[in-house]
């Protein structure tokens, strides 16, 4: 069927860059991608069309400008258009480059032929569908908070809630995780999920992914784990914050983020209200990552 996809495009200050994927993410946009083009930010996005139409779209538009002038910026210029699936699968791919992030990842598109040599552990992705390259402030912060977290002594049993495109996941079980298990409440998430464990050669044992939330992993009895990882919107994160204390014990450690620092404050207190010491907040642009343990 052709035209399935909505392809945003995006021309802002670079300033404007962290609300504008905050805004596409919330608007429930996938494959986003953005390149400099001095002195603006390019941003592409790309949008399932069902369930949204023109008009929808231009609501966002006008979200996007009012965000801008609350900041006293200028307003980004916002296009869009549809095209069918094969157009969508080709047309992001093109702005995705191998990814350096922090001490030891190499993100590294599945599509590109695999380098000669490489130092870093290389984390083959193909996210489809699912929300994750790496590219996003908050993956990258809590892609370095695992590393801080988990070695190949470690032994780690670990839950990712909103799994996305599965990147912590399996970066997390690169590094020498145990276990994982990931939930998602879309199923095209899930699938990938999978689909990346098996990129990166992981035992399908050790990657088990269900679509669902907190919930659904309560509901699979998988016990206490050694570790929470939740990169999902701010005011989802809240909500699941009562729950923790189901999969959690007294040595129990998370990584959260997918917040914005004006958001901080309030994820802080919940999380504190609900025994967890928040032991460090890392920021990068306007994101932030909460590395919690138990009080």
Same mark, same amino acid.
């Given at each position: ?11 802002? *200050?670079?300033?404007? *860059?962290? =609300? ?8 429930? &946009? ?9 002195? /603006? ?12 139409? =023109? ?37 992001? !791919?093109?702005?995705? /480059? ?36 790496? =590219? /996003? ?111 959690? !014990? ?37 994101? &932030? ?7």
């Amino acid at each position: 069927m052709a035209n399935q996809w909505w392809e945003i495009k995006i021309l802002a *200050e670079p300033n404007l *860059e962290d =609300s504008i994927f905050w805004r596409l993410e919330t608007f429930g &946009c996938r494959g986003t991608a953005s390149e400099q083009r001095d002195p /603006h930010c390019a941003i592409s996005a790309y949008l399932p069309q069902d369930g949204t139409r =023109s008009l929808d779209l231009a609501a966002l538009s006008l979200r996007l400008r009012q965000d801008a002038l609350a900041i006293e910026l200028s307003p980004p210029l916002m296009k869009w258009n549809p095209i069918d699936e094969e157009d969508w699968a080709s047309s992001w !791919k093109q702005y995705w /480059h191998p990814l350096d992030i922090g001490d030891r990842f190499l993100i590294y598109p599945a599509w590109l032929d695999l380098p000669q040599e490489c130092d870093r552990l290389l984390l083959r992705l193909d996210p489809g569908a699912a929300f994750g390259t790496g =590219s /996003h402030a908050s993956t990258q912060l809590c892609l370095e908070s695992l590393e801080m977290r988990v070695n190949q002594d470690s032994e780690s049993v670990i839950a990712d809630i909103g799994c996305g495109s599965g990147i912590l996941s399996v970066g997390a079980l690169l590094l020498g995780a145990k276990q994982l298990y990931a939930v998602d409440v879309d199923p095209l998430a899930v699938r990938s999920t999978l689909r990346n464990g098996e990129l990166n050669n992981i035992d399908s044992e050790r990657l088990v992914a269900e679509t669902g939330s907190l919930d659904r992993l309560i509901e699979m009895d998988i016990g206490p784990v050694d570790g929470i990882l939740c990169n999902i919107l701010a005011e989802t994160i809240v909500e699941l914050v009562p729950q923790f204390d189901a999969i959690s !014990k007294p040595e129990t450690w998370g990584i959260i983020s997918g917040v914005l620092m004006d958001q901080a404050k309030f994820m802080a207190d919940t999380l504190e209200q609900h025994g967890w010491v928040v032991a460090t907040l890392w920021r990068r642009k306007e994101w &932030c990552c909460f590395n919690i343990r138990r009080s």
